[in-house]
């Protein structure tokens, strides 16, 4: 499963362009959707050297990206700019939960909602290849 996540007001607290502190949760459920399959897909807005200290600052971490702003898996069928994902996390997208941490400029993704959601999403697509439940 392909997941993209937005980084300022979803892994972090929007400070751009500097690095906000990490949303709480935020990196501890990125880690176990990679532990679950999940492939993660930095989708943001950033470009030049943020981009780069945003990438820099997941690596850090020891997130592993699977994509920078792109799927690498859709180079062979598509040439268009959005990046293909099963999910996409995103303070802005409609719907996404929000919470407001002390401290914090804006609101962010509410992790404690979004990361058992997605987790739920990946043992069920684990769950479906293994043949331990049926595909729809």
């Not at 459920?29 to 679950?36: A, H, T």
């Not at 690498?72 to 959005?82: C, F, H, L, R, V």
């Amino acid at each position: 499963m392909f997941i993209g996540v937005d980084f300022d007001g979803t892994i972090v607290d929007y400070r751009f362009p500097e690095i906000g502190k990490p949303a709480p949760g935020a990196l501890a459920w990125l880690k176990r959707w990679e532990e679950l399959g999940g492939r993660i897909i930095l989708f943001t807005m950033r470009s030049g050297q943020t981009l780069e200290a945003a990438v820099d600052f997941l690596r850090g971490k020891d997130i592993q990206l699977y994509g920078i702003n792109r799927n690498p898996e859709q180079d062979s069928w598509t040439s268009s700019p959005k990046a293909f994902a099963h999910v996409y996390v995103d303070d802005a997208a409609f719907g996404c939960p929000l919470t407001h941490p002390r401290g914090f400029t804006h609101p962010c993704v509410d992790w404690t909602v979004v990361g058992p959601e997605v987790a739920n999403m990946l043992l069920g697509d684990k769950l479906r290849q293994e043949g331990s439940i049926p595909s729809n």
